[in-house]
């Protein structure tokens, strides 16, 4: 399969503004992005990549796991190009390397690269569908080596470009991503055996057929790209090596299943316009990042909010689109306990500036509030995210107080926050910080729920100053 298939070359937008450096290493995340991987292939392929950056080409491509954010003249020097990860010009957290990439090379784009840009840029806060190439992406060092992903899926958006640009029509007779599939199935020797995983793959298979005109990204969409530029016999080859990765990911996927319904249920008490309702809640400790997917399949029922927690310590909140219940509050608290572990006063806590979507400057490392999607994160499955300082018990604490209107000012009183209406910002003193300024992440072993038992020793702190008879009732907790 070829590696290097050059789009044609654009002229800048303006002229460059930056010295040129050499470059002998490259650094990508860990857990790879289509974002930071189309980055990388526009910089290669365009010729004012070459100029800004020679020897980019030849460079040694690197993974990390963790590359603490310098400033870009920190990685010229070390003669190091970073995109995705630490940082610098390419790497900062929430928005697209791409984007930054274009802009800084000076690249001015044509109509296919148009799209694929906002193809991209959806793909910053969402990977899509599992079967579109940002999901597949992250599974794909499954079936071949991790650091080969990238060159990899290079090869592939060559191919998404060029069928962009030349619109080539395939024969009846090439194929198309179901058949590639049914083969894989079939014969006496198939490929893909398991029962569960060949049913529900062959409905994302079909689902992906009918979406192929929805998004570029779509493998059906690739498929037909494939064919067209490299022959039914080379696109074959490739298509079916994404179904391996797709194969494994099914596999995965009913793991997750299996771990929601063992899961325990924990009770969380709402109130939506005076109503109040019950749902449910699972925490599950687990570096399975269809969780999420699997909490909402027909064998896992009723589960309104999903809280995830990798080995690292790194946390997720999902909560069902479908129910009327908002995010912020909890994005408040959680906002709050953070800067409270990083050593701020309680009295200085911004309470009212927290409620906008942007995390608060001190953490916006950590944190990300998805709103459209109705998701927290705290990295999770993107990686090179600083795992967060929240206990377990707390986040839960602030889980059952977050969904009602006495809920929340109750779990206000107990952390000593007062809510101001302009808000001080300022940082905190020595004086302001509590006695352990940096507790440890929860951890735990992949695959377990042992959240349990510290979700069932979840006590509340006692408020500060004397208590009515009121506040004494108020002291049990909203939910059980």
Aim: proline content about 5%.
């Amino acid at each position: 399969m070829k590696t290097e298939n050059t789009p044609p070359t654009a002229e800048p937008s303006e002229a460059l503004t930056f010295a040129s450096y050499r470059v002998n290493k490259v650094w990508l995340p860990k857990f790879l992005r289509l974002d930071a991987i189309e980055a990388l292939r526009r910089a290669r392929s365009f010729k004012q990549g070459d100029e800004r950056f020679p020897g980019l080409k030849t460079a040694t491509l690197e993974l990390s796991e963790g590359i603490a954010n310098q400033p870009e003249s920190y990685f010229q020097k070390r003669q190091e190009l970073v995109i995705g990860t630490g940082g610098g010009r390419f790497g900062k957290f929430g928005e697209s390397a791409t984007e930054a990439m274009t802009e800084f090379l000076g690249i001015e784009e044509d109509r296919p690269l148009q799209r694929i840009t906002a193809a991209v840029r959806k793909t910053v806060e969402d990977a899509g569908s599992r079967t579109e190439l940002p999901a597949i992406i992250r599974i794909m060092h499954r079936v071949i080596n991790r650091h080969a992903v990238a060159n990899y899926i290079i090869a592939v958006m060559h191919y998404v470009h060029h069928g962009l640009i030349h619109r080539r029509v395939k024969n009846v007779d090439d194929g198309t991503l179901l058949s590639f599939y049914e083969e894989m199935c079939g014969g006496k020797s198939p490929l893909f055996t398991d029962e569960r995983a060949c049913k529900s793959l062959r409905q994302l298979v079909q689902k992906s057929v009918e979406r192929k005109n929805n998004s570029i990204l779509e493998l059906s969409a690739i498929t037909d790209c494939l064919i067209c530029e490299e022959g039914p016999k080379e696109g074959k080859k490739i298509v079916q090596n994404l179904l391996r990765g797709l194969y494994q990911d099914e596999l995965l996927y009913w793991e997750a299943v299996d771990l929601c319904q063992t899961a325990q249920r924990h009770t969380v008490k709402t109130q939506h316009y005076g109503k109040e309702t019950e749902i449910k809640a699972i925490f599950v400790q687990t570096d399975n990042p269809l969780i999420p997917h699997a909490s909402h399949s027909k064998e896992v029922q009723g589960i309104g909010i999903v809280v995830v927690q990798n080995v690292a310590g790194n946390l997720a909140i999902y909560m069902d689109q479908k129910l009327p219940v908002s995010l912020v509050c909890l994005w408040q608290m959680i906002q709050t306990l953070e800067l409270l572990a990083s050593g701020w006063n309680p009295r200085n806590i911004p309470w009212q500036a927290l409620k906008v979507v942007d995390t608060h400057a001190d953490i916006q490392d950590k944190w990300k509030y998805i709103f459209r999607k109705k998701k927290i994160m705290n990295g999770f499955s993107q990686g090179d995210v600083p795992a967060t300082a929240i206990k377990g018990e707390a986040l839960l604490y602030a889980i059952q107080h977050a969904f009602h209107s006495y809920g929340v000012p109750k779990w206000m009183r107990e952390q000593g926050i007062i809510a101001r209406k302009r808000s001080v910002a300022h940082q905190p003193t020595s004086e302001a910080k509590p006695t352990d300024p940096s507790p440890e992440p929860a951890t735990a072993a992949a695959g377990t729920n042992d959240l349990e038992e510290a979700i069932n020793n979840a006590k509340p702190q006692k408020p500060r100053g004397r208590k009515t008879s009121s506040e004494k009732d108020e002291q049990a907790p909203v939910a059980a």
